[in-house]
């Protein structure tokens, strides 16, 4: 998620992570996009009633739509991959618990990235330039 916002900052957009001190105040126009790969975290359903009491739209991604926080959102992407919710019961990777989803988040968001830049005609100079320089 961290990557997500980082990317689509450079691509020129107002994007933040919560929990960074840095974050404005949620609101009315604004997305929220949470990830609950297994359906619902306490953290992410709270942040979720948060926004929607700010008036802002929420987008959940998710391996199980049917969990308690896909469910509250506005919007839902659906990634058919094993999290936590089933690597036990009816494991579909050798990979450790939710790490098939992880890997496939990380993929979709660049995916997304990628469409995004072309939709917005930004370059690859422009991304460059709104990278740090303070590494």
Do not use: W
Not at 34 to 48: E, H, M, N, Q
Not at 68 to 83: E, F, K, V, Y
């Amino acid at each position: 998620m961290k990557g997500f916002a980082m990317r689509l900052f450079h691509l020129g957009l107002d994007a933040h992570v919560v929990g960074d001190m840095s974050v404005p105040n949620l609101g009315d126009g604004d997305l929220l996009i949470v990830s609950a790969g297994p359906g619902d975290f306490a953290t992410v359903s709270a942040l979720i009633g948060v926004a929607k009491a700010a008036r802002a739209k929420t987008l959940c991604v998710t391996a199980e739509p049917d969990g308690a926080a896909p469910r509250a959102a506005n919007a839902i992407i659906t990634i058919p991959a094993q999290t936590m919710a089933r690597d036990t019961t009816a494991p579909s990777s050798t990979l450790p618990m939710g790490s098939l989803y992880e890997g496939a988040l990380y993929v979709l968001f660049e995916m997304l990235i990628l469409k995004l830049r072309e939709r917005l005609s930004v370059t690859a100079v422009d991304m460059r330039s709104r990278h740090t320089n303070l590494e």
